[in-house]
Each structure stands twice: as C-alpha cells, then as structure tokens.
C-alpha cells in the first residue's frame, strides 16, 4: 500500500501543470512577413484581395490567384510592385502543380535582380 501511495504522489507532481508566463515579443506588424512569398487564392475577389493587402502591409511579397484575370489583372495594380497574379482554376486539379510551380518562379527572377 505504502509503495501505492508513493507512485500515485510520484504521478501527482510530475502531472502537476507549472505555471507557465508568456515572454511578450512585441513585433513590428510592418515586417512580420518580411522575406516571405504567399499563393493567395481568390485574390481577385474581397476577402482575398483584402489578405493581400494585409500580407502586403506586413512585409510580404504576394501572388494571387483565381480565374477572373482582368480582376487579377486590376488587382495586382491597386496592390503594386509586391503583387503578382496567377491564373488558376483550382478545380481543375490536374493543372494544379503546374501552377503551383510556376507561381514558385514568379519572385524568384526578382531575387536575383534585386
């Protein structure tokens, strides 16, 4: 009983949940994505322009994608120099690692360059 007793206290403390305090990282939101590419599908509508945006904002080069390219295309504007479009129907999925590796290429001619 004794040696009963002891295990259970033994997986009491090790179970035991310490208090753990958070380390408050204060981040600049204009470079938290700083160096970073993101596919955003359904870029030429609301929700996903607005993604870019934000993505853009904090640093992120951004390639949109979705099936409407004169959307795209006036999207990539209004979003600049850190936006690039994609042509994609998603629901062909066949042509979907294609896409995907030639939206992989569309910075990286720039990384070069830059």
């Given amino acids: 009983m ?3 007793k002891k ?3 033994k997986i ?3 179970t035991k949940v310490k208090r ?3 380390i408050i990282n204060i981040t600049d939101n204009e470079q938290l994505l700083k160096g970073k590419v993101a596919l955003i ?3 030429s509508g609301g929700i996903g322009f607005a993604i870019a ?3 853009i904002e904090s640093g992120c080069k951004v390639i949109i994608s979705g099936t409407n390219e004169q959307k795209l295309k006036e999207n990539q504007e209004k979003l600049g ?3 690039k479009y994609i042509k994609i129907n998603l629901t062909n ?3 979907i690692k294609d896409k995907i590796q030639e939206a992989d290429k569309l910075f990286r001619r720039n990384k070069h360059t830059s």
Avoid: A, H, Q, R
């Fill in 2 to 4: 004794k040696k009963l």
């Fill in 7 to 9: 295990l259970i206290k």
């Fill in 12 to 14: 009491i403390l090790v």
């Fill in 20 to 22: 753990i305090e958070p």
């Fill in 41 to 43: 599908t359904g870029g």
């Fill in 53 to 55: 945006k934000t993505f």
């Fill in 81 to 83: 120099e850190n936006c």
């Fill in 93 to 95: 999925v066949k042509e």
